[in-house]
């Protein structure tokens, strides 16, 4: 499989760090990166849009700052997450910073644009494209971008229903290219089952919110290490959008978890500042949160992923 020098060096472990509506920021990608991760966050989490110049700079300048004095330890890239939804009016700007701090790798949502690709391809960047099916990660790959990241059945957020080892298998008959697969992944052991199944990376999402670093409330990162896989009810309701979510986040807002509406996907809306209740109120989780027992810092986390993931593999080995 072929995966870019960029996503292959000064990783400790083969793990992206999903961007977390809301929750990522740069104290997150930060520490993210620097503990030998990819560390991502959505450019809608800048606001108003002008932060987001901030943002990239303070990441510039940190990841920069970590190699020089840690030139035996450089930070793995960090990426942005850029939705592609027509709704979405600060698309060109967000573009437009990317380009202008040459992001090492882009990734894209809700849509596939060539002239995005483009753009991120002029300056060397590498496009990682969402999709919940082989239907979309076909129509990824035609539009230009360079690799995959496989949202399967448990992610957190806008998750697909199709089994990993399904969605995984389809698409390795055809795709050679970079792929990341997310679906309840947040154990060391669960990365390298990810890349036993054909994947080259987990993407890990729903763990990092319940970090020191993360932008979210004490109530919700004691949310997600306090509850498991029969916690989280799949729902578009809140965005338009089917998702996972906190089944006790959705009880606290006097909804009926177990009788939700079905909400039309015409409603979807990306505009600065939309959805920002659902998500801030009504918490996105992923399946995968019963390994989840503490709030610490991310740093910590990831030292853990990477010892479970290198005893997994001595296991493997004997």
Not at 42 to 57: G, H, T, Y
Not at 150 to 160: D, I, L, R
Not at 204 to 218: H, K, M, R, V, Y
Request: glycine share 8%; charged share 20%; with cysteine.
């Amino acid at each position: 499989m072929t995966v870019p020098t960029i996503l292959r060096d000064n990783l400790a472990i083969p793990v992206i760090g999903s961007p977390l509506f809301i929750v990522s920021n740069p104290k997150l990608v930060i520490a993210q990166c620097t503990s030998g991760i990819v560390g991502s966050f959505p450019a809608l989490n800048a606001r108003p849009d002008a932060k987001l110049d901030e943002w990239l700079a303070e990441i510039t300048e940190a990841l920069a700052a970590w190699d020089r004095a840690h030139p035996d330890r450089k930070a793995a890239p960090y990426a942005v997450n850029q939705i592609v939804h027509r709704s979405n009016a600060r698309l060109e700007h967000d573009l437009a910073m990317c380009v202008k701090y040459k992001a090492p790798v882009v990734i894209t949502s809700l849509g596939a644009r060539e002239d995005v690709n483009a753009a991120v391809h002029s300056y060397g960047g590498v496009v990682l494209h969402d999709i919940i099916n082989n239907k979309f990660a076909h129509k990824a790959i035609d539009k230009g971008a360079d690799g995959l990241i496989a949202v399967a059945a448990g992610a957190g957020g806008h998750a697909g229903v199709i089994s990993p080892f399904a969605l995984v298998q389809e698409i390795r008959t055809w795709f050679d290219g970079p792929l990341a697969l997310s679906g309840a992944i947040a154990t060391g052991q669960a990365v390298l089952a990810a890349q036993a199944m054909g994947a080259d990376f987990g993407y890990i999402g729903s763990a990092f919110i319940a970090t020191e670093e993360a932008n979210a409330s004490d109530a919700y990162k004691q949310a997600i290490v306090d509850n498991g896989a029969d916690d989280i009810i799949y729902t578009n309701l809140f965005t338009g959008v089917h998702g996972n979510y906190l089944k006790p986040s959705v009880v606290a807002a006097g909804l009926d978890p177990d009788h939700l509406p079905e909400s039309d996907a015409s409603a979807m809306n990306f505009h600065e500042g939309a959805k920002a209740k659902a998500w801030k109120d009504i918490w996105g989780s992923g399946q995968g949160i019963g390994a989840v027992d503490a709030v610490v810092p991310a740093r910590v986390r990831i030292e853990r992923l990477i010892a479970e993931y290198r005893h997994a593999k001595a296991a493997l080995c004997r």
